[in-house]
């Protein structure tokens, strides 16, 4: 005999088919009923400040997390700033927000309960590095003005790669950037930047030892390094706490900028980085004065040397004027010589009869003396002049020709002083010592 209950067709209970929107208010409500209003302990993580001010970031403790909002009206009610890495006990009410399915905590008060744990280790670690000197200020070493070479340790997947890069290229074009790439986030991050920090220095090493007459401008060392990282919670940038990664830092042989997350951010890298940078683009300007900028003080410094030029010439030209002036022609104190002969004639023609003879004496004494003191005068000026037509050879352009000097002009016999009034292909005369030579202009360089 077959048991009717058995043998009978199962009977299914009917499914309520929920709508979403419905779905999210039951469990709201739900959790409102179950557990508000609640007390949470737990260490801020990821804090953030809208425009609008309200607050929002996450709880967490070893074994898990939850999202928080904070209103404006209650954040400002806090009696304390709050941080990443704060241990702190809140009050408020479980809620989900419907739009999005998230479980949130409204947070209602806010009160310290002291640092929390990643807070403290940091605290540890920068007391015990400070001890030990690496964050004084006579270690640190001063950035190159001009660097040849900037080395880059960052994630290739990283958006600092990107600004770093643009900013570089927009400020100086011309500098190669050598790129280390190592991961800025997670367990294995802090070893591997040590690693990709090593490989520059590796890299500095073998240009250091080739010979001497392989070194050129395409093999420039290193001159200065940029460790950097976008923005990010305390754990985000943790890795930039790790000790390692700090002795790493200390110890390298090239100045290293370290340029990790936000102005506001501060890791055990920033404090004994040679230089802390406030964000990745301001570590790349830190090591890269504009091109104009230098193009500019090199175009002051060439005017100041053309002034000075000029005015050296103006100079020596007075002084020649001078010097022209003082000589005088030898023939003009000839004629004064005569002059002032016949005058002594004349007053001993006119003297009184009884100096008659006296003068005669005189006058014989005076025709004696007269040649020998005109010979030692004309002889001096003589030396004088020859002197003087000296002084004036060796302002001959001639000379200049000899030493190797060329004087160019172009077709329409103008001097050519200055490469920006030639242009290629055209035809110039150049004077020699001896000789002329025609040429026609290959290439062009304009300083």
């Known amino acids: 005999m077959?048991?009717?209950?058995?043998?009978?067709?199962?009977?299914?209970?009917?499914?309520?088919?929920?709508?979403?929107?419905?779905?999210?208010?039951?469990i709201a409500d739900a959790l409102d009923a179950r557990f508000n209003p609640v007390t949470v302990r737990g260490e801020i993580s990821g804090f953030s400040r809208a425009s609008s001010g309200h607050c929002y970031f996450s709880l967490k403790d070893a074994s898990g997390q939850i999202r928080c909002a904070m209103f404006k009206r209650t954040a400002s009610m806090a009696d304390f700033l709050p941080r990443d890495g704060d241990l702190v006990e809140v009050r408020g009410r479980i809620d989900l927000y419907t739009p999005r399915g998230d479980l949130q905590l409204i947070v209602e008060s806010i009160s310290q309960a002291g640092q929390g744990a990643l807070f403290e280790q940091f605290l540890r670690l920068k007391a015990k590095l400070e001890a030990e000197g690496l964050f004084e200020p006579s270690r640190k070493r001063t950035l190159p003005l001009m660097p040849r070479t900037i080395g880059l340790v960052t994630s290739l997947?990283?958006?600092a790669l990107h600004d770093v890069a643009t900013a570089l290229q927009r400020r100086v074009p011309h500098v190669p950037v050598l790129l280390s790439p190592a991961p800025v986030q997670g367990?294995?991050?802090p070893q591997e930047i040590v690693k990709a920090l090593s490989k520059l220095h590796q890299y500095n090493e073998?240009?250091?030892q080739l010979e001497p007459d392989l070194l050129s401008d395409s093999l420039p060392k290193i001159d200065v390094i940029l460790l950097v990282r976008g923005g990010g919670s305390l754990e985000d940038l943790w890795a930039f706490n790790d000790e390692a990664l700090a002795r790493a830092i200390a110890d390298s042989p090239i100045p290293i900028i370290v340029g990790v997350g936000h102005e506001t951010d501060f890791s055990i890298a920033d404090f004994v980085a040679d230089v802390r940078a406030p964000t990745p683009t301001a570590a790349a300007e830190l090591v890269s004065a504009s091109q104009q900028t230098w193009l500019n003080a090199l175009d002051?410094?060439?005017?100041?040397?053309?002034?000075?030029?000029?005015?050296?010439?103006?100079?020596?030209?007075?002084?020649?004027?001078?010097?022209?002036?003082?000589?005088?022609?030898?023939s003009t104190w000839l004629a004064q010589q005569r002059q002032q002969l016949q005058s002594h004639q004349q007053h001993l023609k006119f003297a009184v009869k009884g100096d008659v003879a006296s003068q005669h004496q005189q006058l014989r004494s005076l025709q004696t003396q007269w040649p020998i003191q005109l010979k030692s005068a004309v002889s001096r000026m003589q030396e004088r002049l020859a002197r003087s037509e000296r002084g004036l050879a060796l302002l001959d352009p001639q000379l200049v020709l000899q030493r190797g000097y060329a004087w160019l002009v172009d077709e329409a016999g103008a001097t050519v002083v200055d490469a920006a009034q030639v242009q290629t292909g055209q035809a110039l005369r150049a004077t020699l010592a001896k000789g002329q030579i025609g040429m026609i202009v290959k290439d062009i360089t304009v300083d």
């Open 2 to 26: 077959t048991d009717a209950l058995t043998s009978a067709p199962a009977r299914r209970l009917p499914v309520q088919v929920w709508q979403v929107g419905a779905l999210c208010r039951a």
């Open 157 to 159: 997947g990283a958006a």
């Open 187 to 189: 367990a294995n991050a």
């Open 206 to 208: 073998q240009i250091r």
């Open 300 to 330: 002051h410094m060439q005017d100041r040397l053309q002034n000075t030029a000029n005015r050296s010439i103006d100079s020596q030209n007075q002084r020649l004027d001078r010097a022209q002036a003082r000589l005088g022609r030898p």
